[in-house]
């Protein structure tokens, strides 16, 4: 029988996890996070809408702006990849290994993760596709809307499902990209709901956490510098937190795989309990 989730446990699994590994995880959120993150947005910037600008422009000035800096955004995406199971590893492998050690590992598991990604999210666009394309032959608007609310329901749903590939990958050692999907689906079976509520909390909680840090740091900087200072100032305390973030999410991915798979080892169960 599967487990059913704690959430609570799995956050005081998480915070104590980033505690007992802070100084580690602190020097790869900064080569995989914080750094990759401020140079996406320095070099690139929201696209500037003049007033009065009509939504088709709009939609035509996002779409040049994230064409033009898809090869940066591919890098930065990769990195992320690489650095969630290095970080993965050094939470959770017993043998303590080294950070070099760790992005080594990290780095051979990118490609089976990246694969991964585009498995599920090539299934899931396709089955999007045609169920929306289906119904709008029906020419009937209700069914279409229907269908277009359901499928991205079920979208939520898959990815929910999915989410333990990481962990699978970095934990287990595992290779290959479909028995890594297997494995998420397993262990998160039953557990979809408990998920979901949990990392709508988590979000929450970083959503007032950025809002109001970034509001105060608006307010200082606007009365204390200017220009191109203050643009990246503000891009690399945003850039900071949004780091935080992503490494209190990878220590929840951790807890939560270690709450549903359970210690695979005895010199395990001292980091997680």
Known sequence: ????L????AWKTATRLVSINRDMLLAIA???FLLPGLAFSVFVPEPQMPPGTSPERMMETIAEAWTSSL?????????????????LIVMTDPARPTVGQAIQRGFKALLPYVAAQIIVGGALGLA?????SLSALTGLQALAAFVIVAAFVAMIWCSLRMALVAPVLAIEAERNP???LRRSWALTR?????L??????????????YGLAMMLVGVVLVLTTDGGVQQVLTAAISSAITSAALVYFIAMLAAVYRQMAGPPQAEVVGIFE
Request: hydrophobic share 65%; charged share 5%; no cysteine.
């Open 6 to 9: 704690d959430s609570s446990l």
């Open 178 to 180: 479909i028995n890594a």
């Open 1 to 4: 029988m599967t487990p059913r």
């Open 190 to 194: 039953g557990n979809s709901g408990r």
């Open 71 to 87: 090869p940066l955004l591919v890098i930065v995406t990769l990195l992320q990849m690489a650095g969630t199971v290095t970080m």
């Open 128 to 132: 999007f596709l045609v169920l929306v």
């Open 30 to 32: 900064g080569v995989f």
């Open 196 to 209: 979901l509520a949990f990392f709508i909390l988590a979000g929450l909680v970083f959503a007032i956490v």
